[in-house]
T-cell receptor, first 113, second 113 residues
Framework: DVKVTQSSRYLVKRTGEKVFLECVQD?????MFWYRQDPGLGLRLIYFSYDVKMKEKGDIPEGYSVSREKKERFSLILESASTNQTSMYLC????????????FGNGTRLTVT | EDKVVQSPLSLVVHEGDTVTLNCSYE??????LLWYKQEKKAPTFLFML????IEKKSGRLSSILDKKELSSILNITATQTGDSAIYLC?????????????FGKGTKLSVKP
């Protein structure tokens, strides 16, 4: 079974802090994704990556950056956390090509105070 | 603008009931529609539908795509409390990848004993 592991289940940070959310997948998938999920807004794509060192902006990249130095790891960085970044963050991966479903991690619930 | 709309947004039923969840889409160059189930953690993949009129089944769950009506339904028969979850549908355009997936806001299903 594909395993997508997010490093933290719950995280509480202060406004202005730099925050790293880590995601690791064990199936050699080319594609990795970061979403945030908010009530009433559904899943929104922040960034995705098709290969090591490659990244593409999603629908809501403002205030975020990403890093993919190794194929299995995709990090989401909040350079200066703000309260409106309080959310559930979901990482996902999929094989290369366009016709495979996403495999999601269990999510990180981030609270910024 | 491409969009996916799910209805109802929430639904409460009793065990043993049959439910139908709806997903409609307006997507340029539509290719496939995907359904996911999200309990407390990661969304898990249920179905991918590409051809119109062909039902996909998994136990008590089934789904079908109607390209004429630009919609899909997810049926759950003989519901159980374990079916309580948010059901997400997402549309995938041609020529795109999962980075182009367009998610609906989800239907929250609650099954009462």
């Amino acid at each position: 079974d594909v395993k997508v592991t997010q490093s933290s289940r719950y995280l509480v940070k202060r406004t202005g802090e730099k925050v790293f959310l880590e995601c690791v997948q064990d199936m050699d998938h080319e594609n990795m994704f970061w979403y945030r999920q908010d009530p009433g807004l559904g899943l929104r794509l922040i960034y995705f990556s098709y290969d090591v060192k490659m990244k593409e902006k999603g629908d809501i990249p403002e205030g975020y950056s990403v890093s993919r130095e190794k194929k299995e790891r995709f990090s989401l960085i909040l350079e200066s956390a703000s309260t409106n970044q309080t959310s559930m963050y979901l990482c996902a991966s999929s094989p290369g090509g366009g016709n495979s479903p996403l495999h999601f991690g269990n999510g990180t619930r981030l609270t910024v105070t | 603008e491409d969009k996916v709309v799910q209805s109802p947004l929430s639904l409460v039923v009793h065990e043993g009931d049959t439910v139908t969840l709806n997903c409609s889409y307006e997507v340029t160059n539509f290719r496939s529609l995907l359904w996911y189930k999200q309990e407390k953690k990661a969304p898990t993949f249920l179905f991918m539908l590409t051809s119109s009129g062909i039902e996909k089944k998994s136990g008590r769950l089934s789904s079908i795509l109607d390209k004429k009506e630009l919609s899909s339904i997810l049926n759950i028969t003989a519901t159980q409390t374990g079916d309580s979850a948010i059901y997400l549908c997402a549309a995938l355009p041609h020529g795109g990848s999962q980075g182009n997936l367009i998610f609906g806001k989800g239907t929250k299903l609650s099954v009462k004993p």
